[in-house]
């Protein structure tokens, strides 16, 4: 520690060196009130970039580059980059917006919400994709696209912490945000306005580091979004869910105030186009609906088993992937939906092993043992891709994939019922969501008795491909949790 300097000599140069220092005061002062040399580069550097876009306006710059430059999030349902085929909303509505736009899409991941944002506004990139909620507190910086999802904003906590009832209920509480979030400002404004409210607002690097610390109990509370929340309290039996706070919360890309509004412009026109012809709504359903239907102690389950019981037949699911033109994780999910992994599995309906198949089906799939895992998993497997044949040729992936995964639980005479049901009701019977709202309706008498193969348990099936679905996405997820935790350490 540096001892304090004796006061006994400061006199004797205090007063001169006040004196001098006024000769520089007054013009120090004057040219740090113009030239703030942390500031103004930053104003100057603004100024030329939004130039840039008068001489050539923001679609014409990404037209000419030929790509749409997009930062994102790694997060379970916004941008997974999955080395077999990249995953999350966000990626499916940009790749469709760049498509429109006849251009190729490059994405920045981003460590954190303000990252995000600074890539906006220093023009590394066209846009944010990245679950950004609209944010007044940055609407004189960037301008936000047209809402695509609304979410709501909800309290988590570890499971031996107290249910709080909202703000005024946790006096002194400590509240963790991610680095950026939309929702610190939203609080400190609550904070700033009523006076009961007592809280300590701390931001951690971003929602991983958040589950992560409620996981660990280095965290008691967290504020995070509706859809986050889910997936935290399926993923974790130590992570709780509490009650909503505040009003409902729009998601919608960003983009910066600095370029003109030519981009903005079309990104509102493609999100009208999208929601008119139901692309939105499918999209949004695809990412979201299989995980609000898993039963929380089958998603815990299953990520423990995956630990556990796995390993042995992974190798087998990615060659019999590799084979079928299968994403070798989906079928790791049938067989964990179908068996639990087991190989000596039997169904009270003669399925045997662990993709369940039936004997006369194993006989036509040439399989002799269906006790022998890696000749069932790619029997299994080769039975799918057989199935994905028979589903509406015009059907694409992933719909078409789902379609067949339906078939195998109830048969292709089953599906075909609901096919035909979907177009005598005007759905669409290329589309999931579109079958899978009728499935059900083939156990009804009133239904099931016009159709050609009559009865079946159509809820037993909307819930088995569900499960896979989300099955599937935790698979993607685990593997991009360990690699993001991996580059942490």
Do not use: C
């Amino acid at each position: 520690m540096t001892e304090p300097r004796a006061r006994g000599g400061i006199g004797r140069w205090l007063i001169p060196l006040i004196g001098v220092g006024a000769l520089f005061v007054a013009p120090l002062a004057w040219w740090i009130q113009t030239w703030t040399p942390a500031d103004r580069p930053t104003q100057l550097a603004a100024i030329d970039v939004a130039e840039s876009f008068k001489r050539n306006p923001q679609l014409e710059q990404v037209r000419d580059r030929g790509v749409l430059r997009v930062a994102t999030l790694v997060e379970p349902t916004l941008y997974i980059p999955d080395s077999y085929r990249p995953q999350g909303l966000e990626y499916d509505l940009t790749g469709r917006f760049a498509e429109r736009l006849g251009v190729d899409v490059e994405y920045v991941v981003v460590p954190t919400i303000e990252a995000a944002y600074e890539a906006v506004a220093n023009n590394r990139v066209d846009l944010a994709a990245a679950g950004l909620a609209i944010d007044p507190a940055r609407m004189q910086r960037f301008r936000f696209g047209p809402p695509y999802l609304t979410v709501s904003r909800k309290f988590i906590h570890a499971t031996d912490q107290p249910v709080p009832t909202g703000l005024d209920d946790m006096e002194s509480a400590t509240i963790a945000l991610p680095t950026g979030s939309a929702s610190r400002f939203w609080l400190e404004r609550m904070i700033a306005q009523d006076k009961t409210i007592r809280l300590d607002v701390a931001e951690a690097q971003d929602k991983l580091a958040i589950l992560e610390g409620i996981r660990q109990g280095d965290i008691d509370h967290a504020l995070t979004l509706s859809h986050i929340a889910l997936l935290a309290h399926k993923l974790s039996d130590e992570v709780a869910i509490g009650p909503v706070v505040g009003p409902p919360v729009a998601l919608a890309w960003v983009f910066s105030r600095q370029a003109d509004e030519s981009l903005h412009q079309v990104a509102r026109r493609f999100f009208a186009g999208a929601r008119s012809d139901q692309q939105l709504k499918m999209l949004v359903d695809r990412h979201y609906a299989q995980f609000e239907r898993l039963d929380e102690s089958l998603s815990r389950r299953f990520l423990q088993d995956l630990e556990t019981h796995a390993r042995p037949y992974l190798p087998t699911f990615r060659r019999a992937g590799e084979r079928y033109e299968i994403d070798w994780r989906l079928l790791a999910s049938v067989g964990y939906q179908e068996s639990k992994w087991q190989p000596d599995a039997v169904s009270h309906q003669g399925a045997y092993g662990l993709m369940q198949i039936v004997l006369p089906t194993a006989r036509d799939l040439g399989l002799s043992n269906p006790a022998d895992p890696t000749a069932n998993i790619m029997a299994g497997a080769k039975y799918i891709a057989q199935l994905r044949e028979l589903v509406p040729d015009d059907a694409i992936e992933p719909d078409s994939t789902y379609l067949a995964l339906a078939a195998y639980n109830v048969g292709i005479g089953h599906l075909s019922d609901a096919l035909e049901l979907t177009r005598r009701q005007g759905g669409d019977p290329t589309q999931w969501a579109d079958v899978r709202e009728r499935l059900p309706q083939l156990s009804d008498p009133a239904i099931y008795r016009d159709m050609r193969y009559g009865y079946a348990n159509g809820d037993e099936t909307v819930n088995y491909v569900e499960n896979i679905r989300a099955f599937h996405d935790l698979m993607i997820w685990v593997a991009s949790r360990r690699d993001l935790l991996t580059q942490r350490q």
